[in-house]
């Protein structure tokens, strides 16, 4: 008898508790959809049943006169912003008020804790300035062949597997082959390593990558409950990097700061750009912005441009390392992969493409630099257009770092919302990118949205594959350079064709957090020796 009520005692206290918390939105008039006890509207997706896109676009479709909906990761309360102008005041105008984003604390992981995203208020401000000059275009010019290089290994590799194979069409991974440019192209950019991971397919550098940049499910969802909960960082002692893999970026940024400082030794990678931080020789240049960088590129802030020094600790630089390590390998390797799979479904925007990368090839004798990439205007077109339907970072996520008024949800509403210090809101990329109201017939990929006559139809806050505002992504250029000359590489020397494992119509899969279709991204590759483009 005693035991039952017991159990009636918390069964009635804990619906009291989730219909407290689940009531944050509603009691002000802000809708949203049915949250599930404890997974509040993360339930779908925890358990596989959609992908989180899926869970998006239901709401983002279910209340499109909404500015802002109500949402819930597990009991964590978060804004899910639909408004273009208010999104505009939030990222722009009012960025102070959403200065930092969740992030991770030092029991967490230091490395994860001390890098760029997840460091919070001046902290950021100052990591922000101080690696800003690290990713202008004169820096970033001086990369580009050690990328060339990567592509050709990739080329000759390619090249190879087809003469062996003794037939015109074979079938490659495109996700694999990404995966490994990408992280070639960062040994060689960020770690002054050469790295051949089409050749020696289990090299320690890529096995250590991927290792790094692969969060199984049990770790996506502890990272969630971390984010709606931080004490169960603490109490499940999560760690985002294994000892092994913290250890070896450790050991590999330490020892090769050490050589080059011992042997005087100068590479323009990312290493030495770290270096000269720490000292403070590292400073932002004047008049870097150019026209031609590609639609997609975001400007530096002022926030990025102030020259201000402070002293940054080895932690701190290996923590930029290590991120800029992860978002190359899984990020760009996405976007990537996407590009050659439309490609592959598009021969008419595949062949145009590649006409203008050969006459280009032409005219520069095969030689290629970054300003010479940046007057492909179809391959920039072509690029924009995938990193909008295909936008890597499929939302934005800011804390309110004092409280915000968010004006009322909508015209029903009879008062205003405050979003409290420490909320969280959500900036869907993913849904925007997919509205017809900004982009008509928004599943087809089509390139001429962002030709020279159409372009400025294109509303600015509606587009943003690398964020808004001055907490946008700091590499841009680099990763725009590094998609371009794949491509170029790429189409210059093969043709694609899609296999019949190539998933028609694109379906996410819904097993896998990040972006990546059902049945995986395998393509038909052959060579372009004797084709008439």
């Not at 925007?432 to 006559?453: A, L, M, V």
């Amino acid at each position: 008898m005693i035991l039952e009520i017991w159990i009636v005692v918390l069964f009635v206290a804990a619906v009291l508790y989730y219909r407290q918390v689940y009531s944050r939105f509603t009691k002000y008039g802000v809708k949203q959809q049915t949250p599930f006890p404890l997974f509040g509207n993360m339930w779908r997706v925890t358990l596989r049943l959609e992908h989180f896109t899926d869970t998006m676009n239901s709401m983002y479709k279910e209340f499109p006169e909404e500015r802002f909906i109500g949402r819930f990761e597990f009991i964590k309360p978060c804004l899910f912003v639909t408004d273009i102008e208010l999104i505009k005041k939030i990222t722009v105008k009012d960025f102070e008020h959403f200065l930092d984003r969740s992030g991770f604390s030092v029991e967490v992981d230091p490395l994860f804790s001390r890098n760029l995203f997840s460091l919070k208020g001046q902290e950021w401000k100052d990591m922000r300035s101080t690696l800003s000059p690290a990713f202008t275009s004169s820096k970033i010019k001086q990369m580009v062949p050690f990328m060339e290089e990567v592509g050709e290994m990739m080329i000759q590799a390619v090249k190879n597997k087809i003469k062996n194979s003794g037939s015109e069409w074979i079938e490659i991974d495109c996700k694999d082959l990404t995966t490994r440019y990408t992280n070639d192209v960062i040994a060689s950019c960020a770690f002054g390593i050469k790295v051949d991971s089409h050749t020696n397919v289990d090299n320690d550098f890529y096995k250590i990558g991927k290792i790094a940049s692969t969060f199984k499910t049990r770790d996506v969802i502890l990272f969630q409950l971390y984010s709606a909960a931080p004490f169960l960082g603490k109490f499940f002692k999560l760690e985002l990097l294994s000892t092994k893999t913290r250890n070896f970026f450790i050991d590999l940024v330490l020892s090769t700061m050490k050589e080059r400082e011992t042997h005087n030794i100068m590479r323009p990678d990312m290493i030495h750009l770290l270096m000269e931080a720490k000292k403070g020789r590292l400073h932002h240049e004047k008049d870097v912005i150019n026209a031609d960088d590609g639609f997609a590129t975001v400007e530096e802030s002022e926030v990025g441009k102030n020259n201000k020094h402070k002293s940054w600790s080895d932690t701190d630089l290996i923590a930029q390392a290590v991120l800029f390590f992860i978002a190359a390998f899984e990020v760009v390797s996405t976007a990537m992969t996407f590009t050659l799979t439309e490609l592959a479904l598009h021969p008419d925007v595949k062949e145009r493409l590649a006409r203008e990368i050969k006459e280009h090839n032409e005219k520069y004798g095969g030689k290629i630099d970054l300003h010479s990439i940046q007057t492909l205007t179809y391959l920039d077109m072509v690029i924009s257009e995938v990193l909008r339907l295909w936008v890597p970072t499929i939302l934005i996520e800011r804390m309110c770092v004092k409280d915000y008024n968010m004006g009322k949800p909508n015209g029903e509403a009879k008062e205003d919302f405050i979003l409290r210090k420490g909320e969280s809101l959500h900036i869907p990329t993913w849904c925007i990118h997919r509205d017809p109201q900004f982009f008509p017939n928004p599943n087809k990929f089509d390139p001429e949205r962002f030709s020279k006559e159409n372009r400025h139809l294109i509303h600015p806050i509606a587009y943003m594959p690398f964020g808004l505002g001055p907490r946008n992504c700091i590499g841009s250029r680099f990763a725009l350079c590094e998609l371009k000359l794949l491509v170029y590489q790429i189409l210059l020397n093969f043709d694609l064709s899609p296999t019949k494992k190539t998933c028609i119509p694109a379906r996410l899969n819904k097993s896998s957090f990040h972006l990546q279709l059902e049945g995986g991204h395998a393509l038909k590759f052959r060579s372009r020796y004797n084709l008439i483009l």
